[in-house]
């Protein structure tokens, strides 16, 4: 298993471009997050999906959108990317939306916008 | 607005001392307070705890949950420069429609020096 795999690993952007941000896990779980982490302020969900076929936005989903194309991918895109979205992203994955289980993380991609 | 706040920010130690990390929280609908490590990459899951004054153990760690008190602690005994990184407290709480949220605190930075 390769858990849960991001792509790319490192993006630079200038501002007003877009790009998609892609997540896949092969663990068959239900829900799939993602989230940004800024130097000193932990990680902050943006969106997430409970289970294939649902999207519902999280504590920062401004500028973003999210695609939950089937149970294994959930990519995340930046329409007009902007300086203020430089951030490290990552996905995560729980097996069952609604219980209590642990997240399982990706690697991360490390964001720049010019 | 669920909140969670962690202490200290950063925290320095030599090698053998112990340590205690702190957690608190206000969330509506809380579920679980999770403990995850983070080195270079992606967090690492430690302990979840859902029950009051039921301390979980893994060597070295161990945590306990005070849900009257609304915090947690991460006790790291005898730390080895292993030990440093950033140590991530997460509570989830039900968000509506049958899903689950977590929410990070900061962080808590921990150097352990030779």
């Known amino acids: 298993n390769a858990g849960v795999t991001q792509t790319p690993k490192f993006q630079v952007l200038k501002t007003g471009q877009s790009m998609t941000l892609q997540c896949a896990q092969d663990?068959?779980?239900?829900?799939m997050y993602w989230y940004r982490q800024d130097p000193g302020m932990g990680l902050r969900l943006i969106y997430y999906?409970?289970?294939?076929?649902?999207?519902d936005k999280g504590e920062v989903p401004n500028g973003y959108n999210v695609s939950r194309l089937n149970k294994r991918e959930f990519s995340l895109r930046l329409e007009s990317a902007a300086p203020s979205q430089t951030s490290v992203y990552f996905c995560?994955?729980?097996?069952?939306?609604?219980?209590?289980?642990?997240?399982?993380f990706g690697p991360g991609t490390r964001l720049t916008v010019t | 607005e669920d909140k969670v706040v962690q202490s200290p920010l950063s925290l320095v130690v030599h090698e053998g001392d112990t340590v205690t990390l702190n957690c608190s929280y206000e969330v509506t609908n809380f579920r679980s307070l999770l403990w995850y490590k983070q080195e270079k990459k992606a967090p690492t899951f430690l302990f979840m705890l859902?029950?009051?004054?039921i301390e979980k153990k893994s060597g070295r760690l161990s945590s306990i949950l005070d849900k009257k008190e609304l915090f947690s602690i991460l006790n790291i005994t005898a730390t080895q420069t292993g030990d440093s990184a950033i140590y991530l407290c997460a509570v989830e709480a039900y968000s509506g429609a049958g899903s689950y949220q977590l929410t990070f605190g900061k962080g808590t930075k921990l150097s352990v020096i030779p």
């Open positions: 859902t029950s009051s004054g």
């Open positions: 663990m068959n779980h239900n829900s």
């Open positions: 995560a994955s729980t097996p069952k939306g609604g219980v209590s289980y642990e997240q399982y």
């Open positions: 999906s409970a289970s294939e076929g649902t999207t």
